[in-house]
């Protein structure tokens, strides 16, 4: 699946699961919405690539990412693969709600960077330090601002939601170069208009 594939596929998922039909929304627009709570992010680096740290904000509803990359990546096709899944409130079992495997990493960041259309499907106020490109080169990079209400669905219940992504090398010499889980609940008021 290409980059301009994925955005067209989360485009769908807001237009299926955020514009659903109905009398009334999940919460009133105005006054009714979602709380993100982000409980912990689980972040690895390969060692002997990087050395990666994340950070949550103040009221944990975003955080940031800093990588110190001391190798140069992208020699081997590198794979992006994504997971989201909710554990209802009342549930006891993950659910898997979407799931993309197989992504070509160094194409997701060139249509990322040259593409108008994908930063607008893929809306975000995040920040990255700098434009990456394939082969990463050896230096700091960091990702700022990523809120939580961007890497979920737009309607949203009560429970507890993973976002993972993580990224292989596609030769199968590494099992995994990083991986970031973010595990966040989500609640959405219920309260009086």
């Given at each position: 699946?290409?980059?301009?594939?994925?955005?067209?596929?989360?485009?769908?998922?807001?237009?299926?699961?955020?514009?659903?039909?109905?009398?009334?929304?999940?919460?009133?627009?105005?006054?009714?919405?979602?709380?993100?709570?982000?409980?912990?992010?689980?972040?690895?680096?390969?060692?002997?690539?990087?050395?990666?740290?994340?950070?949550?904000?103040?009221?944990?509803?975003?955080?940031?990412?800093?990588?110190?990359?001391?190798?140069?990546?992208?020699?081997?096709?590198?794979?992006?693969?994504?997971?989201?899944?909710?554990?209802?409130?009342?549930?006891?079992?993950?659910?898997?709600?979407?799931?993309?495997?197989?992504?070509?990493?160094?194409?997701?960041?060139?249509?990322?960077?040259?593409?108008?259309?994908?930063?607008y499907f893929l809306?975000?106020?995040?920040?990255?330090?700098?434009?990456?490109?394939?082969?990463?080169?050896?230096?700091?990079?960091?990702?700022?601002?990523?809120?939580?209400?961007?890497?979920?669905?737009?309607?949203?219940?009560?429970?507890?939601?993973?976002?993972?992504?993580?990224?292989?090398?596609?030769?199968?010499?590494?099992?995994?170069?990083?991986a970031l889980q973010?595990?966040?609940?989500?609640?959405?008021?219920?309260?009086?208009?």
């Amino acid at each position: 699946m290409n980059i301009v594939q994925l955005a067209l596929c989360f485009s769908l998922f807001q237009t299926i699961f955020g514009n659903e039909i109905q009398s009334k929304s999940l919460w009133d627009e105005e006054t009714q919405k979602p709380i993100y709570h982000i409980q912990r992010i689980n972040i690895f680096g390969y060692s002997r690539y990087m050395k990666v740290s994340a950070y949550k904000n103040a009221n944990n509803s975003a955080f940031s990412l800093n990588v110190v990359l001391q190798q140069e990546m992208g020699s081997n096709f590198l794979i992006m693969n994504l997971k989201l899944r909710v554990r209802p409130a009342e549930g006891t079992t993950f659910i898997t709600l979407l799931q993309l495997r197989n992504l070509d990493l160094c194409g997701f960041f060139t249509e990322y960077f040259s593409s108008n259309m994908m930063r607008y499907f893929l809306k975000s106020e995040m920040q990255f330090s700098d434009v990456i490109t394939c082969p990463v080169r050896v230096g700091n990079y960091s990702l700022n601002n990523v809120s939580a209400k961007d890497i979920y669905p737009p309607n949203v219940q009560n429970g507890t939601y993973k976002f993972f992504v993580e990224v292989v090398e596609g030769t199968g010499e590494i099992a995994k170069v990083f991986a970031l889980q973010v595990t966040t609940e989500i609640r959405v008021p219920i309260g009086s208009t």
